[in-house]
């Protein structure tokens, strides 16, 4: 059986991806000007490659373009409010969909991403873990069959991704953000939608509580 060949990345995709993950990480920090020039030496990319990517994060909002150029966007409370909010409305209504239509190969394939989850937020790589996190609600939202649903999430995902990293950074997410998600599979692969749904919106609602305090 033949596999399907990936298409390989593109300089600008790759150049995007790292871009991305260094402000989602916080290592380009909130507030942060970014200069064209000392992103591209570090990245060893041309300035034009660099503004396609900077333009290209100001569409996901992780970038702001001001008077004095671009900018690494601040999130307002009332913005992580918002993507909560948004989070739970959607994240709910799909574990519950998901729970009617799972397989026992997508509870394994859930079940293998919440293991790479937890191995890498045990060995501190966060940013590993984040990659894993956006697969697992990936599959749950394409078995519900919510794929629009999914599109607005994942063009969310750059603002959730600097949420999820700093709850996942703090002590007591490492072990409660996995437990809850175990708890979902739990759900999920009992068919139980509403019990699935339940245990969704703890952990959104505990993120927030974390996020919002640390904001």
């Known amino acids: 059986m033949l596999k399907r060949v990936e298409k390989p990345k593109t300089l600008k995709e790759t150049a995007l991806e790292q871009l991305r993950m260094a402000i989602v990480i916080g290592q380009l920090a909130p507030g942060e000007r970014l200069v064209e020039r000392k992103i591209g030496e570090q990245l060893g990319v041309s300035r034009t490659v660099v503004r396609e990517c900077i333009r290209h994060l100001e569409s996901e909002h992780l970038v702001t373009i001001s008077s004095s150029g671009p900018l690494v966007t601040v999130l307002e409370s009332d913005e992580i409010r918002q993507i909560y909010e948004l989070r739970s409305m959607l994240e709910c209504e799909a574990v519950r969909h998901c729970a009617k239509q799972a397989t026992t190969e997508i509870i394994e394939t859930l079940q293998g991403y919440l293991n790479q989850i937890k191995t890498k937020l045990n060995e501190g790589d966060v940013?590993?873990?984040?990659?894993?996190?956006r697969l697992f609600y990936e599959?749950?939202?394409?078995?519900?069959?919510?794929?629009?649903?999914?599109?607005l999430v994942d063009r969310l995902n750059g603002r959730i991704g600097r949420l999820r990293f700093k709850t996942l950074s703090t002590k007591g997410r490492?072990?409660?953000?996995?437990?809850?998600l175990q708890e979902i599979i739990d759900n999920i692969a009992k068919?139980?939608?509403?019990?699935?749904?339940?245990?969704c919106q703890k952990h959104i609602d505990e993120a927030y509580e974390v996020g919002i305090h640390l904001h």
């Open 191 to 199: 068919g139980n939608g509403e019990a699935a749904v339940k245990a």
């Open 174 to 180: 490492v072990v409660k953000g996995p437990n809850n």
């Open 139 to 151: 599959c749950i939202f394409v078995t519900a069959g919510m794929t629009v649903a999914w599109e």
């Open 127 to 133: 940013a590993k873990a984040l990659s894993h996190t």
